[in-house]
């Protein structure tokens, strides 16, 4: 399938699964924007190594998803947005009556309510160009929980809530809405903790995955940035025209539990 001649935003994708989507929807000719936070010369040597892979436009702007102000700024110079995937997120972990409100706020900015600005500005441009896709990535913690990660599951599971009304308002429009729940996947950031894991555990590594870091994925394997970005792609393609308002799950199992 082609997506040549569109243009794509994906926040947060200077690394994991962010730049496994970017790297997902150039593999289809599309054109990128990447964006992180930072601004340094490897974020830019990203942009420009995915254009010479794939023969398609990418660049990177430096925003930070926790500003309203630049969530906005960045489709604004971005030029374009067919395809908006608001995948930029963070993670801490702690019980409710401990947890650093400042990390709260943080969390609730990035993997919240950057959605919301980054939709509002996106919709104008996608309806002005007659088409959009919209694919929000939220998590198995969209749909379930897990203790001490509060901010986290009431962000994820706010996402979920604006992807069915962003649907609900673009529904008669060529516009779609969906978000993706993935289950663990494996990311550099994940790979990273694995050895940490085995000594804090005292197993091996195919113990310490199977036993402690995938415990609740069914199917005892990583989701990979590549299912994600397949993913994505089919929310995309012209199959996928009459899904809205949904949540495709990547978990392995997770919420069939
Ligand atoms: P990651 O840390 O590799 O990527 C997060 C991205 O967000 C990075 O590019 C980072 O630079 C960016 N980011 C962080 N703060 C930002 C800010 N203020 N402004 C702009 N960009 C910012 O993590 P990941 O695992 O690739 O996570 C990507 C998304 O997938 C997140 O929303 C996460 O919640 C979700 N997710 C991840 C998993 C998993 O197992 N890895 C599972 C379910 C959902």
Known sequence: MSLAGKTAVITGSNSGIGLGIARALAGTGADVVLNSFTDGEEDHALAASIAEEFGVKASYVRADMSRGEDCRALIEKA????????????????????FPVEKWDAIIAINLASAFHTTAAALPLMRAAGWGRIVNIASAHGLTASPFKAAYVAAKH???GLTRTVALETAEEPITCNAICPGYVLTPLV?????????????DRDRVVREVMLARQPSK???????????????CSDAAEQITGTTISVDGGWTAL
Do not use: K, R, S
């Not at 947005?81 to 401990?98: K, R, S, T």
């Not at 940035?225 to 792609?233: P, Y």
């Open 221 to 235: 394997q990583f989701a990979t940035v590549e299912q994600i970005g397949g993913t994505t792609v089919f929310l």
């Open 158 to 160: 706010g996402v979920v």
């Open 79 to 98: 030029g374009a947005c067919d395809i908006l995937v608001n995948n930029a997120g963070i993670q801490h972990v702690a019980p409710i009556d401990e």
């Open 191 to 203: 790979e990273a903790q694995i050895p940490d894991q085995m000594q804090a555990h005292g197993m």
